[in-house]
């Protein structure tokens, strides 16, 4: 059985998918791709697709991944062309290789955010991120199954800074960019739960709802505070020389 490793993006107005739409689109586009795909037993089957820490609904992202386990080998660069056509654009399946290591899920610790407020200047966005990172603790609350649950915000966030403004903005309004650097934990910490927080430290209310996005997942290096590429030890397994393999020989 081959496992092949997916990333996929949400983009434009895809970005309002639900998880649950998307793996209904994803599994139409495993049937129209002919993809040999593995399924469970029991007395209703399903593919065998191993979906790891969505995005919630609203925001968009350029790093989702996915894992499928198939019958029979596919070339992972053609299985990635194959699905990527069989989706609707804004959900594009941007890379792909076989797995080779174990625990895709686990090297998923942190993720890399892009919080757009438009309406927002600069300046005003960085006196709430002082505020916010000089706080011990910042409670928030969200609503759940169980009704409101109180937690910190501030421990999970590594990291939180203003980009300026961005060069691409549709009209001459302010517009802040930050850039949030987020540990996966539990509860998990979410953008908009770092939203609720400026907005408790430091009385921040964009206008307008933030454009939310996600541009990356994966380890965290705690010395650096950077998030790695979780497929990369995936593509370091396939060009490492097998074991025991006689090295080349050296021309004389």
Known sequence: MQRIRLRYTKRGRLRFTSHRDFQRAFERALRRAEVPMAYSAGFTPHPKVSYANAAPTGTGSEAEYLEIALTASRDPERLRALLDES??????????????????????????????????????????????????????????????????????????????????????????????????????????????????????????????????????????????DPLAPDREAATAPAAGSAAAPVPA
């Open 87 to 228: 989706l609707p654009t804004g959900l594009d399946i941007v890379d792909a290789v076989e797995a080779r290591t174990p625990g895709l899920a686990d090297r998923l610790t942190a993720s890399v955010w892009e919080l757009r407020l438009t309406g927002v200047e600069s300046a005003v966005a960085e006196r709430a991120v002082a505020a916010f990172k000089a706080a011990e603790t910042v409670e928030v609350q969200r609503t759940a199954k169980n009704g409101v649950r109180t937690f910190d915000a501030r421990a999970a966030v590594v990291e939180l800074e203003t980009h300026g403004t961005p060069a691409d903005r549709p009209t001459d309004q302010p517009c802040a960019i930050l850039r949030l650097v987020v540990r996966h934990v539990t509860p998990a910490v979410r953008p908009d739960d770092v939203l609720s927080g400026l907005r408790a430290v430091a009385d921040l209310a964009p206008p307008v709802p933030a454009a939310v996005t996600r541009l990356a997942q994966g380890l965290l290096d705690e010395e650096t505070g950077t998030v790695t």
